[in-house]
């Protein structure tokens, strides 16, 4: 046992309030790099701890010159201490990768986990706390059977009114989007009906038909991308014949449970400079949040973005139960941070949450991309698909503002707590144009992409991060 | 010695032999072993209604209750009840709603969590009510996934032996 050391003399003097000089303020922020593991059904040969390891250390590699020393602290997050049945897990990690004793706190905010690291991670830098931080996350679903993980992600409702009516994230999805295909199919397409039962009928089916190419496009993207746990060719057909999980929803449009982690890292401008000749730079970051109960959301009016008119939604309800009022929010104050004011032609490419099918046609609306009401048009005409991909139907608009060109979580997998953190490393691929390099296939890479945004989403859409990603290099 | 646990190479085996004996070895794809155990744990919480109480003390009386905001400038009426307005942040008071209203949107369970599987196939719906600002979450039961539709007019039922769950009331089609 070392000696122990003397306990050096206090001095009980009472020192003169020193006047503070503030040397922070709000600084550009740059991601340098990023890395994921593939993610997967389960991953039983690592824990939590080797899984962020793993995304860390290929994160770093594209980073030669920067050793762990530079680095300032970290953010950590995880969802649910139910699947890891390990309190302080953050902990454990900024331990497995030696950042201790250096800064860290444990973020943790719903399905939006991921995307909240990521701009915590931007925040601790942005604020002038830190030069250089790591943002990693991960979850560990695979560790409870597939319903008892439903059981535990419905523990993020209510647990007096909601969970005890089923517990089930589905069901609430599916409760979103029936009323959705209410508010702008049975009262368009359909309005000539005179049956009402048969008309809400034929407007579910007309609607559900468009949200599987939603899930063919995410799937068939993923083909290309290594990293995504369901990669598979699939028709509309297949989508709608899956087995019915909560009516309408198919098996086939809902994400799946995934073991997986994820690490972007994060430096001022003089710090990227110095590790990286394609930084890319975080120019937005916006957060929404709405009521946890989907039953006490408004009846009001929408918050119109730059490029809506108040005559767009005269007798719109909103956000009722059919629209994501924080997803809305959240975009509003990340456009307005980075100036942007048309998001369908500034923006190349979004990494979006589409937990479900259903929820990403109502998120093309809460983000501008189009009209609220016009998300099956949108997907019917092709804008959100990829151009140059089969996706055997006709898409002519493709290529307009591709959305989950990674495959989304659909195709990718949802390990809670390094989702938002997997889009934010396949954006910055995307921006500094190293698709190719990998994926080993440069399939997904877009031509020259400028600007991008990710999108991360918690709950019946009760919290929201929306952050804007830009080419930071000529 | 005892014996090794056994080896699969499938994940899904591995959670039948932890049923059956209680632990197993997966070998995944490069070879890799590692030794998974069955753990479990359960909980009994002490979970206190609180300001919520009266609503799921008025299901056993066959009661349905809300909230209205107390004051007169706002008047909000909550079909799923808040101690304290969310418009205007003024104490609530407690209101019966009605028991009739319609449903606001709807759904068929084929699936739930575990706690829930074995009522599946269940419905749920948003409920609306005439006069009440806010919806309310319920089970709609005595009618089957083609009947439902928006619109479609319901009534409470109350659970005549009460558990104190939002499950003592249900809804069913009204004639």
């Known amino acids: 046992m070392p000696a122990r050391r003397k306990a050096p003399k206090r001095r009980e003097?009472?020192?003169?309030?020193?006047?503070?000089?503030?040397?922070?303020?709000?600084?550009?922020?740059?991601?340098?790099?990023?890395?994921?593991?593939?993610?997967?059904?389960?991953?039983?040969?690592?824990?939590?701890?080797?899984?962020?390891?793993?995304?860390?250390?290929?994160?770093?590699?594209?980073?030669?010159?920067?050793?762990?020393?530079?680095?300032?602290?970290?953010?950590?997050?995880?969802?649910?201490?139910?699947?890891?049945?390990?309190?302080?897990?953050?902990?454990?990690?900024?331990?497995?990768?030696?950042l201790n004793p250096k800064g860290s706190v444990r973020i943790e905010w719903g399905g939006a986990t991921g995307g909240e690291c990521f701009q915590a991670g931007y925040e601790a830098v942005a604020s002038g706390r830190m030069d250089l931080c790591v943002a990693a996350g991960f979850e560990t679903m695979s560790r409870v059977a597939t319903w008892k993980g439903n059981e535990f992600i419905a523990l993020a409702s209510d647990t007096n009114f909601d969970f005890p009516l089923g517990g089930f994230y589905t069901g609430y999805y599916a409760l979103m989007v029936v009323r959705h295909i209410y508010e702008y199919v049975r009262q368009t397409k359909f309005a000539s009906v005179p049956d009402e039962r048969e008309a809400q009928r034929l407007a579910i089916a007309e609607a559900s038909r468009i949200m599987s190419k939603v899930s063919v496009k995410n799937h068939l993207n993923a083909l290309h991308n290594p990293y995504a746990q369901y990669p598979k060719r699939l028709t509309i057909e297949d989508v709608l014949r899956s087995e019915m999980i909560s009516y309408p929803l198919t098996r086939e449009q809902i994400c799946t449970m995934s073991d997986g982690a994820a690490c972007a890292v994060f430096a001022t401008e003089e710090r990227a400079k110095e590790f990286t000749d394609r930084p890319v730079r975080i120019i937005g970051?916006?957060?929404?949040?709405?009521?946890?109960?989907?039953?006490?959301?408004?009846?009001?009016?929408?918050?119109?973005?730059?490029?809506?008119?108040?005559?767009?939604?005269?007798?719109l309800p909103y956000p009722g139960i059919h629209s994501f009022r924080a997803g809305r929010a959240a975009g509003m104050e990340a456009y307005k941070m980075a100036g942007i004011t048309r998001p369908n032609t500034e923006l190349d490419f979004i990494e979006l949450h589409d937990a479900y099918a259903s929820s990403e046609i109502q998120t093309y609306e809460d983000l501008g991309l189009c009209k609220y009401g016009e998300g099956y048009d949108f997907t019917e005409r092709g804008d959100p698909f990829l151009k140059g991909i089969d996706y055997g139907f006709p898409v002519p608009k493709a290529g307009a503002i591709p959305v989950n060109p990674s495959g989304g979580l659909i195709a990718c997998g949802h390990p809670v707590g390094a989702t938002g953190l997997m889009q934010a490393v396949f954006a910055f691929w995307q921006l500094q144009e190293t698709i190719a390099k990998h994926f080993q296939d440069p399939a997904l890479q877009l031509a020259r992409p400028e600007r991008g945004a990710i999108h991360s989403h918690a709950g019946t859409g009760s919290s929201v991060t929306v952050s804007i990603l830009e080419r930071g290099f000529r | 010695m005892t014996a090794r646990p056994a080896v699969f190479t499938k994940f899904r085996d591995v959670q039948a032999e932890l049923e059956r004996s209680g632990s197993a070895i997966f070998r995944d794809a490069d070879g890799v072993e590692s030794l998974i155990i069955r753990n479990p744990y359960a909980i009994t919480y002490i979970h206190s209604y609180a300001e919520d109480s009266p609503f799921f003390l008025g299901l056993a009386e066959g009661r349905l209750r809300g909230s209205k905001c107390r004051k007169p400038k706002c008047g909000f009426v909550y079909a799923t009840p808040r101690g304290h307005c969310m418009v205007c942040g003024a104490p609530t008071e407690w209101v019966d709603l009605p028991t009739k209203g319609r449903v606001h949107s709807w759904t068929t369970c084929h699936f739930g969590s575990e706690a829930f599987l074995k009522e599946t196939p269940y419905n749920l719906a948003m409920v609306e009510f005439d006069g009440v600002g806010s919806l309310l979450l319920v089970r709609l039961k005595e009618c089957v996934e083609s009947d439902l539709y928006v619109g479609m007019p319901v009534e409470a039922r109350f659970d005549p032996q009460p558990k104190y769950s939002i499950t003592d009331v249900w809804f069913v089609p009204s004639h």
């Open chain 1, 285 to 315: 970051v916006g957060t929404g949040t709405d009521t946890m109960r989907l039953a006490d959301r408004p009846f009001g009016k929408v918050p119109l973005l730059p490029h809506e008119r108040p005559r767009d939604y005269e007798d």
């Open chain 1, 13 to 98: 003097s009472v020192r003169p309030v020193r006047k503070l000089t503030p040397t922070t303020n709000a600084r550009k922020v740059y991601m340098i790099t990023g890395g994921v593991t593939k993610f997967a059904k389960a991953h039983p040969a690592m824990d939590f701890r080797l899984m962020v390891k793993r995304a860390y250390d290929y994160a770093l590699k594209g980073v030669p010159n920067l050793t762990p020393d530079r680095i300032d602290g970290s953010r950590i997050s995880y969802f649910s201490d139910h699947f890891t049945r390990q309190l302080k897990a953050a902990s454990m990690v900024q331990d497995y990768l030696g």
